[in-house]
């Protein structure tokens, strides 16, 4: 028969062995979701929310967005 010194070691290599195999497991969790997280972003897999709340207001360009744009591209008529 098995005294309780023996249970008592049975049981604690039990636990540790259990110990062991969750900390295993949630390590290569926490790993696998790291790595996910860290991947590099792919255009068109993200999903966009929302919308522009006046769209139309995109289709012609002021005057200070024309100014701006020129002095963008170095096109700027003070040069």
Known sequence: MVDSTELTYIILG???LGMI???TNRGRANLAK???DAAPAIAGDDV????AKNP???D???DEALD????LL??????
């Open 14 to 16: 039990l636990t540790l």
């Open 21 to 23: 195999w969750y900390m």
């Open 34 to 36: 790291a790595r996910e």
């Open 48 to 51: 966009l929310d929302g919308a």
């Open 56 to 58: 139309e207001q995109f």
């Open 60 to 62: 012609e360009p002021d």
């Open 68 to 71: 701006e744009m020129a002095k």
């Open 74 to 79: 170095g096109e700027d008529e003070d040069q």
